[in-house]
């Protein structure tokens, strides 16, 4: 069935090291995103793709790279330069034009450890 | 700067109440508005948006409203049912380019709790 899918659903990092971050969507859509959410704040984005092969920084890409080689696949790592990787990242698509509803994935939670 | 502010932060409610939440945006140029409801540990899932022309949506027992003029929307929850329990969210979204890429600026959410 379609749909956007992220995994892992949890994911421990050792402080220094860099993890990927999956996101897949089935749906055909052109523009996918990454946003962070923190307890008590909104989601920020941080990397969105509008098309295959180009990329454009959010409000808080430091510490974070993407790539777009597939339009299906959309994957985030966190480096070891982000300072304060915890959180839930939430991946979405959508159809990248004006009232095209955003779909999300079912989050990846992140801890350092 | 673009912001979205919702209240109340938090609202507990017995089950089978109708309950409202509260959106106040001041993101521009405007282009349309979303609530979305996401259940602890999970991804948010729209359940109406509405563009500048359009006063109320409704969805089941869902209902939303948008004054554009005062830049503020409201989702009406009626015949609460324990499955409503989840954190609601009002998403402004406005073109920035002119080649209609959008952007979505994003409300901390209202954590509602139904108790039965």
């Known amino acids: 069935d379609g749909g956007i899918t992220q995994s892992p659903k949890y994911l421990f990092r050792k402080e220094g090291q860099n993890v990927t971050l999956s996101c897949e969507q089935n749906l055909n859509h052109d523009a996918m995103y990454w946003y962070r959410q923190d307890p008590g704040q909104g989601l920020r984005l941080i990397y969105y793709?509008?098309?295959?092969?180009?990329?454009q920084k959010g409000d808080i890409a430091e510490g974070y790279s993407v790539s777009r080689e597939k339009k299906e696949s959309f994957p985030l790592t966190v480096t070891s330069a982000q300072k304060n990787p915890t959180a839930f990242y939430l991946c979405a698509s959508s159809i990248g034009r004006e009232n095209g509803e955003a779909f999300f994935g079912q989050g990846t939670r992140l801890t350092v450890v | 700067k673009n912001q979205v502010e919702q209240s109340p932060q938090s609202l507990i409610i017995l089950e089978g109440k109708n309950c409202t939440l509260q959106?106040?945006?001041?993101?521009?140029?405007?282009?349309?508005l979303r609530w979305y409801k996401q259940d602890t540990g999970r991804g948010p899932v729209s359940l109406t948006i509405?563009?500048?022309?359009?006063n109320t949506k409704s969805n089941g027992r869902y209902t939303a409203t948008l004054d554009a003029d005062t830049k503020q929307s409201s989702l009406h929850i009626t015949a609460s049912q324990l499955s409503d329990s989840a954190s609601y969210i009002c998403?402004?979204?406005?073109?920035?380019?002119?080649?209609?890429?959008?952007?979505?600026?994003f409300g901390t959410g209202t954590r509602l709790t139904i108790i039965p």
């Open positions: 959106c106040n945006y001041t993101v521009s140029p405007f282009s349309n």
């Open positions: 509405m563009t500048f022309s359009e």
């Open positions: 998403v402004v979204s406005s073109i920035w380019t002119n080649f209609g890429n959008e952007k979505l600026t």
């Open positions: 793709s509008q098309i295959v092969n180009d990329f």
